[in-house]
């Protein structure tokens, strides 16, 4: 495993240039209990509330004031330099878009016809300016896919917020590193201070081909176990595979399904006999494109008894030139 401290990570980054942490910047981070008081890192998207803004109509029915906190927040944070902090009003053709109105600000489809992209030459930087030359910064509220905005909205965002948080060290790892693809690859797990950011995976390859060859249940659930004692490969596990080309181009479904259900994670029993019948299946449905991979990650957290699963959203943040911290409230 790879172990690092906060102190460590935070060196790593010290050398970043100005530029990139002159904004403010915010993450919704989700994630999971790993057990022994650490946390699991899923995914990170924007983090100006557009994780849990589909769910603020429920907090204000029972009378919860998270609506007001938010907008507060979001003023404060994204109006830092007197930029006006609007709202996009769109639903953009996705239900999970709809939520209640949050700043007192809003911008509807005709809207945008009256603003323009301006270039200031005192910071060169890029900015959306409205009709009287006042510098907005658009925050899409929604929780839709970001990246499958309509362009202009799309463009706006990205210059206000930080985007998807993607968390591709492995990824980076695997395509630096030559692999005669024949023999199992194990990538560790890495670990910042509590927080687990990169579960363990194996790279099948053709040894675990090989494994999963056997026409008998039980010689191929023998084998298999065979392979996974070579390689330390627990009995539960994830199937995920890696793209090059991580976002689908266009809102066509045609485009987007094949890709959300190659993308979906599948859980596997490596101990059970029906989840050595459904591996092949699996594996052969996934990595279609010949730059895709497979690869098995270990499942943490593991399944347990139970009807719910949980997920917290973590939002983290850092105003102009500061480092991330959590930025919700202890007390409450």
């Keep these: 495993d790879v172990r690092l401290s906060v102190d460590e990570a935070r060196e790593l980054t010290r050398a970043l240039p100005e530029r990139l942490r002159r904004d403010p910047l915010s993450y919704g981070v989700l994630v999971q209990s790993a057990g022994e008081g650490r946390v699991v890192l899923n995914d990170g998207l924007p983090g100006h509330g557009m994780l849990y803004a589909r769910f603020l109509d429920a907090d204000r029915r029972l009378g919860g004031d998270a609506v007001a906190r938010l907008a507060e927040r979001l003023t404060d944070r994204y109006g830092w330099d007197g930029s006006r902090v609007v709202e996009d009003l769109g639903l953009h053709r996705l239900n999970v878009n709809a939520h209640p109105r949050i700043l007192p600000h809003g911008l509807r489809p005709d809207d945008w016809f009256s603003l323009r992209l301006a270039h200031d030459t005192e910071t060169d930087q890029l900015r959306v300016e409205d009709a009287d ?101 627990p009995e539960e596990v994830v199937v995920k595979t890696a793209f090059e080309q991580v976002s689908p181009r266009t809102l066509d479904p045609a485009d987007m399904l094949p890709r959300r259900r190659q993308f979906k994670p599948q859980y596997v029993d490596l101990a059970s006999a029906l989840g050595t019948r459904v591996l092949p299946r699996m ?16 499942a943490l957290p593991a399944v347990v008894d139970g009807t719910h699963a949980y997920e917290w959203v973590v939002e983290i943040g850092r105003r102009p030139g500061g480092l991330f911290h959590y930025e919700g409230d202890f007390g409450s």
């Design 283 to 298: 594996l052969d449905r996934r990595a279609t494109d010949e730059r895709a991979v497979n690869y098995l990650e270990e």
């Design 133 to 233: 030359g006042t510098p907005l910064r658009v925050l899409p509220l929604g929780t839709g896919h970001p990246g499958l905005f309509p362009p202009p909205l799309s463009l706006a965002s990205c210059l206000a917020t930080g985007g998807r948080l993607n968390n591709d060290l492995l990824d980076g790892w695997h395509r630096a590193l030559p692999w005669d693809g024949r023999t199992t690859r194990t990538a560790p797990r890495i670990t910042v201070g509590d927080v687990v950011l990169a579960r363990r995976r194996w790279y099948g390859g053709a040894e675990l081909a090989s494994a999963l060859e056997p026409a008998a249940e039980h010689e191929r659930l023998t084998a298999l176990t065979e392979w996974r004692g070579r390689h330390g490969v």
